[in-house]
């Protein structure tokens, strides 16, 4: 059964870092790209960043651009999300996602995650 569950977000003043993990189970999470969604109040899901089974990873938006840093661990499969210089607009809960293929390039479409963790809510207060 596959199981992804995230921790460590929380409430923090604007400018606060938080690491964001990802617990993965059930799957063979070393050949699997995975990615990290959120959802802010009141908006739709946006893609924040992904990573592939070697490490390479897709462009960051530009909202998050210089302060987030996605990474993974093959060996614990975990993969995490580093959050710097938070701001009030990076509010929201966010979501690990794995890939339905193995091997796959970081630029997999969002259509293609196959299986979601619950999310971990971040409240950034200004």
């Known amino acids: 059964q596959v199981q992804l569950v995230e921790s460590g977000g929380g409430l923090v003043q604007a400018g606060a870092s938080l690491r964001l993990s990802c617990a993965a189970s059930g799957f063979s999470f070393s050949t699997t790209t995975m990615a990290w969604f959120r959802r802010a109040p009141g908006k739709g899901r946006e893609f924040v960043v992904a990573i592939n089974w070697a490490g390479s990873t897709t462009e960051y938006p530009d909202s998050v651009k210089g302060r987030f840093t996605i990474s993974r661990d093959n060996a614990k499969n975990m993969m995490y999300l580093q959050m710097n210089s938070l701001k009030p607009e990076d509010t929201a809960v966010y979501y690990c996602?794995?890939?339905?293929?193995?091997?796959?390039?970081?630029?997999?479409?969002?259509?293609?995650?196959?299986?979601w963790g619950q999310g971990t809510q971040v409240t950034v207060s200004s």
């Open positions: 996602a794995s890939a339905r293929d193995q091997y796959g390039s970081a630029y997999t479409p969002p259509g293609e995650y196959e299986h």
